[in-house]
């Protein structure tokens, strides 16, 4: 079989209706799996059941399957009228494709670029059709831009059959495909955006929402509502109005407009949002609200930045200490660790593999290991652990894992001497599961250095416990240990190599903050094939619960049902039994006896039975890939964090799970409770975990880290702002300057065009969408950061409008800039003018020359003015004079920058005024 012909390569499910059937046009080709076709007959039967429970509710009527579902005779009929292949494992035949490997044409950015390679591949083999695929209209249109560079501009066309059909020459179309082939008959060859690139860009959308930065989300304007507080560095705390559009300059803008006392209001343009943040730090009815022009803002920026510089220097002593400690670099046998790394059964996501690396450098670095390894449930924080205890046993240090629960060391232990059993590293527990013969052979052991790793509870911090030479502490879930365990660990950690794995989510401003003090990594991307749990809050009802269960139970899984309640636990259980006779029901709480409740969750955990009514015993870690199903009886007792946790429980597979919040009538519930039930069900996707925990964080989070009086601080100026100052003053103490708490001198560049640069509201309608765009181009770094934005836009919504692309292209003269010293760059249709400021990166002959150059272009005007007179009629003319001034102000060295200014800046103001 050969890929002519083939335009999709689709999974799909009998649970689509046949709207695919139609949306696919002839030629497309259906894979259907072995087994496809009966698994469609059993899932029929199990929704024609469902149906029949919940078809007499007149209050909630429900459609018939038959409107939803395509029934098996159905999917039938239509798989026979199309082209489909049927998967055989019992086959053994394999057929030639006819296909080859495309050439590999990846750049090296030293010698050529992939589309200067393929230029050359193009002109050595002028008979060769080329299609490129690119993962989205995004990239599309990215590889486009970088292909016109060469001199290269494929036709953009809808898909294979188009390309096929007309004899395209060269083409680029949108096909996510992982790799490319070459066909001797048609001669064709299709180039994958990997292969050209050497990495895929991050096209799928379930991805890329969790790829977020961390950072950003605390300052993220996406939660506003009208009237929330919202912090400007100038004017200190106002309330937010919404998003307006005004006529500024000739031009219209979008304006964030902000309402202080008195009711004066402030209109922030889109542009300058970086000056922006959402307020966090106490709740929104008790933030504080300025004047504007009052000095009541000044004096509270002031008051904290005399703090910030205080706790900066505490900081900055333990920083001292710590780098000040002999530590010990790890030789460990980096062959076996390759191998060891190649017995994980899946692939590492991005974040994780980063953060295997910062950990394996750390280890092999002479300066002690203080790092925190941050990521949310189900994220493979373990496997971090796992290859860092590996690396340390085979450098010949013992390696300690402190757990909170005996439930979760029975875990750890489990999976660490699965994953270690065909290596020669010796791995015990040291739990209340254990009896006490068992602990003190073990306890000997240790002492005498014949066990590599022990996992533990609180118990490894007992004085008995003895160790011939601990390299590795690894703590997981530090927060759930008290004060005391902790100033232990503190005395350990002076020792050690230390790595902390936690689920609480640790804004990345704050590590910054730290500047060292603790390294983080943050494990943000899910696993691939990890979908979202589906989260559903509603009350009690019978029929919702049998459903619940019987969907779980009918495709193999099992069920979590949450009773916080040991005194009522077991009546509980005996109701469930009655409603879901089928049921296999076993009850799990802490006030068990230990082998008991040890056997209990085994047994769970090898699917002896299906459904465990339990208290939060099983909060901590318990990973039982096959529950797939939690419901949590009056969740509106338990706290954010806390259901986000237990909702991790589940949805540690590839499968889709879900969560049942059941709650008692609304007018029982408290204000706080409906809000926190409301969080949790509108955030779903994967990774919430950073946003849902955002404002605890905060308050409790900062207050825990750095003491009661900074958190009357932040109260005052707000998290995000508070950290920006502890940071710049971690910064200068370090370098031994005195802390600067002028934020002016390090805001951007101001550019004012005098063109429509905004998100028009017919491209985008929704205005939290808008302003969380806007903040994220106003916040980007670097232009690797805009373009990936540019992209995320066109994938998302469609081809970027003028306007839009106006807004970036002024993001991006602002990124370079703002480093250069200037502090504003105006420019019309008659030119206009560049302000600097005080102590701009330019060197003052590159100036003199290019005003000697164009005495009528360009003339002074004081110490910090630059004007500038030429005709710039459109867009076009603007861009590209603020690019080549820009060009020609960043020159170093007098040779260079004559030459510079004759050849750029000459000729592309030719049309200036006589």
């Given amino acids: 079989m050969t890929p002519a012909g083939i335009e999709y390569y689709l999974p799909l499910f009998f649970d689509q209706t046949e709207t695919l059937f139609d949306y696919l046009h002839e030629g497309a080709l259906f894979v259907v799996g072995e087994g496809a076709l009966e698994s469609s007959e059993h899932f029929w039967v199990q929704v024609g059941e469902r149906f029949d429970q919940r078809a007499h509710d007149i209050e909630r009527p429900i459609l018939p399957p038959m409107e939803l579902y395509l029934s098996p005779q159905s999917l039938r009929e239509h798989l026979n009228k199309v082209l489909r292949v049927d998967l055989d494992t019992n086959d053994q035949g394999a057929a030639d494709t006819g296909t080859r490997t495309a050439p590999d044409l990846r750049g090296d950015h030293r010698h050529a670029t992939f589309a200067q390679k393929l230029r050359e591949y193009r002109d050595a083999n002028p008979q060769q059709r080329v299609l490129i695929a690119a993962d989205s209209a995004g990239r599309r249109e990215t590889l486009i831009e970088q292909l016109a560079a060469s001199e290269l501009r494929p036709e953009v066309v809808a898909g294979w059959q188009t390309f096929v059909r007309p004899e395209t020459e060269f083409a680029i179309t949108i096909a996510p495909l992982e790799r490319g082939f070459l066909l001797e008959q048609p001669r064709i060859v299709v180039f994958t955006e990997r292969e050209l690139i050497g990495e895929r860009a991050r096209s799928e959308r379930r991805r890329r929402v969790s790829e977020r930065d961390p950072e950003a989300i605390v300052r993220d304007l996406s939660e506003l509502a009208i009237g929330a507080p919202i912090v400007h560095v100038d004017h200190g705390v106002g309330r937010y109005l919404g998003l307006i559009t005004l006529d500024a300059g000739g031009s219209p803008g979008e304006f964030l407009a902000i309402e202080y006392a008195k009711g004066d209001k402030l209109y922030v343009p889109v542009a300058q949002l970086s000056l922006v943040s959402r307020y966090s730090g106490t709740a929104p009815e008790l933030a504080p609200l300025h004047s504007l022009g009052g000095d009541a803002w000044e004096r509270a920026k002031r008051k904290a930045a005399e703090k910030v510089r205080d706790a900066a220097a505490e900081l900055l ?133 014949k066990l590599d790793v022990v996992i533990g509870t609180h118990k490894l911090l007992q004085p008995d416990v003895k160790f011939k030479d601990l390299g590795l502490l690894i703590v997981d879930e530090e927060h759930r240990f008290g004060v005391r365990h902790k100033e232990q660990l503190k005395k350990l950690r002076a020792e050690v190599d230390l790595l902390t794995l936690t689920a609480t989510p640790i804004p990345r401003t704050l590590n910054m903050a730290m500047a060292g003090l603790r390294d983080l990594s943050i494990i943000a991307t899910p696993p691939a094939h990890r979908m979202a749990v589906k989260t559903l809050v509603a009350q009690y009802d019978p029929a919702l619960i049998r459903e619940a269960f019987q969907r779980e139970l009918t495709r193999g899984g099992q069920v979590y049902f949450l009773h916080n309640s040991v005194d009522t636990i077991e009546r509980t259980a005996r109701e469930l039994e009655k409603l879901v006779p089928d049921a296999r029901i076993r009850i799990a709480h802490g006030q068990m006896h230990e082998r008991e409740l040890e056997q209990v969750m085994l047994d769970f955990h090898r699917q002896r039975f299906n459904v465990l009514v339990c208290t939060t015993i099983i909060e901590s870690g318990i990973d039982v890939p096959t529950a797939n199903t939690i419901i949590i009886d009056r969740a509106d007792r338990f706290g954010l964090a806390q259901l986000h946790q237990l909702r991790g429980r589940v949805g540690r597979s590839h499968h889709r799970a879900y969560a049942y919040l059941i709650v008692p009538d609304r007018k029982a519930m408290t204000a706080d409770a409906e809000k926190r039930l409301e969080a949790l069900s509108a955030l779903e996707e994967l990774g919430a975990g950073f946003t849902l925990a955002t404002h605890d964080l905060e308050i409790r989070g900062a207050g825990e880290l750095l003491g009661e009086e900074q958190s009357g601080q932040i109260e005052e100026i707000g998290f995000s702002l508070y950290t920006e100052l502890l940071e710049r003053a971690v910064r200068a103490l370090k370098s031994g300057k005195v802390p600067d708490f002028d934020l002016s001198d390090e805001r951007g560049t101001e550019v004012e065009l005098h063109l429509p640069a905004l998100i028009p509201d017919d491209y985008l309608p929704d205005v939290h969408a808008r302003l969380t765009l806007y903040k994220r181009i106003a916040g980007a770094r670097d232009e690797f950061a805009l373009r990936e934005l540019q992209v995320e836009m066109i994938d998302r919504f ?24 200037i502090r504003k760059l105006d420019l019309g249709p008659n030119g206009g003018r560049v302000l600097f400021r005080d102590m701009p990166d330019i060197e003052p002959m590159t100036l003199l020359q290019l005003i000697q150059q164009q005495p009528r272009v360009y003339k002074l005007e004081g110490q910090d003015k630059l004007r500038v007179t030429m005709e710039l009629p459109g867009a076009t003319e603007r861009l590209r004079a603020a690019n080549d001034l820009l060009d020609a102000l960043a020159v170093k060295g007098e040779g260079g920058a004559a030459a510079q200014i004759s050849s750029v800046v000459i000729p592309r103001l030719s049309k200036a005024k006589p």
């Fill in 798 to 821: 469609g081809l970027l409008p003028q306007q839009v692309k106006n807004l970036f292209a002024i993001a991006a003269l602002k990124l370079r800039a703002t480093p250069m010293g």
């Fill in 317 to 449: 002593a333990i920083h001292a200490q710590r780098a000040a400690r002999p530590g010990v670099a790890l030789n460990y046998d980096r062959a076996m660790l390759a191998q060891f790394a190649d017995g994980f059964p899946f692939e590492e996501t991005p974040d994780q593999q980063a953060a295997i690396d910062a950990v394996l450098d750390d280890l092999s670095s002479p300066k002690p290991m203080d790092r925190v390894v941050c990521g949310d449930v189900g994220f493979g924080k373990t496997e971090v652990a796992l290859r860092a205890a590996f690396a340390a046993a085979s450098a010949g240090k013992q390696v300690a894992l402190l757990v909170p629960t005996t439930l979760l060391a029975q875990q750890h232990y489990d999976n660490f001497r699965d994953r270690l059993a065909d290596f020669p590293v010796r791995v015990e527990l040291l739990s209340r599961f254990r009896t006490r013969k068992e602990s003190n052979e073990a306890l000997e052991k240790l002492a005498e250095g």
